[in-house]
């Protein structure tokens, strides 16, 4: 597949997957049809172990849905349209790598649910965050309403949904809704910061850890600790798990294989 609204660059096992549509990167139909194809080739990509998304340019990482595109929809259409970005964000969110969301700008409406779906969010101190949707007459539909109360609780998920203000950086982390905020200059270095260390974990074990707390996070705690104790068992299988406790007890680095 040609893609035309993203770029990748692959350096040490971290993937770099820039959205490119200066100057604010607005989601459309073909956006979301290329990260779906994107994210599935990285998911197959043994040669990446960790997976960076950001924004061209310096004023957003993603200002939202493309509006134009939206309101030229019918209801059938924007349905189909929705369909698919549920489709991909719960793909990215469920990837069987980390994902770094290098938020370097503005991130509202359907691209803080972008970013709500990556494993970790690195932002610039310059980034504005916001659900903006019920100034225009509709509420988020790429998950915004689910997941934002599992980061904020629901009283402060429907004080950010109702009044769509948006807030800046610091407000963000303070809501626990990124885990870093440095100045602009340094958003996408400190994600490949992090990206580094992730590579030299056990790729398994990484894998395990994300489907336990995705999978967990919607059952009760019972079910949980049954999901948590099969990843249990999955990771220790591995050759990967051999080896680091092996290197534990030789106390040096671990050479993982991701099997």
């Known amino acids: 597949m040609n893609f035309e609204c993203l770029e990748l660059t692959i350096e040490n096992q971290t993937a770099v997957v820039t959205i490119n549509r200066p100057p604010v990167n607005p989601l459309n139909s073909q956006v979301f049809q290329e990260l779906g194809q994107m994210f599935e080739d990285l998911e197959n990509n043994e040669e990446v172990s960790v997976i960076i998304l950001t924004g061209s340019g310096e004023k957003a990482f993603v200002a939202g849905a493309d509006i134009n595109e939206m309101a030229s929809l019918d209801l059938v259409g924007v349905n189909k349209m929705n369909k698919k970005s549920r489709s991909v964000f719960t793909k990215i969110e469920n990837v069987n790598k980390p994902v770094?969301?290098?938020?370097?700008?503005?991130?509202?409406g359907g691209g803080l649910e972008l970013a709500l779906v990556c494993d970790f969010r690195i932002s610039s101190e310059k980034a504005?965050?916001?659900?903006p949707e019920t100034g225009l007459g509709i509420i988020p539909g790429g998950g915004g309403t689910q997941r934002l109360q599992k980061f904020v609780g629901q009283g402060t998920a429907k004080e950010l949904l109702y009044f769509g203000e948006t807030f800046k950086a610091d407000r963000a982390e303070e809501l626990q809704l990124v885990n870093k905020v440095v100045p602009p200059e340094e958003v996408l270095q400190t994600a490949k910061?992090?990206?580094h260390k992730l590579t030299e974990k056990a790729p398994v074990a990484l894998n395990m850890v994300k489907t336990?707390?995705?999978a967990g996070s919607n059952v009760d705690l019972e079910?949980?600790?049954?999901i948590e104790n099969t990843c249990f068992g999955n990771a220790f299988a591995t050759e990967d798990r051999k080896e680091g406790m092996?290197?534990?007890s030789?106390?040096?680095?671990p050479q993982y294989i991701g099997r």
Request: charged share 25%.
């Open 100 to 108: 770094i969301a290098a938020i370097n700008g503005l991130a509202l």
């Open 128 to 131: 504005k965050f916001g659900f």
């Open 193 to 195: 910061d992090w990206a």
């Open 212 to 214: 336990a707390v995705n």
């Open 223 to 226: 079910s949980g600790l049954t």
């Open 246 to 248: 092996k290197a534990f």
């Open 250 to 253: 030789e106390k040096r680095d």
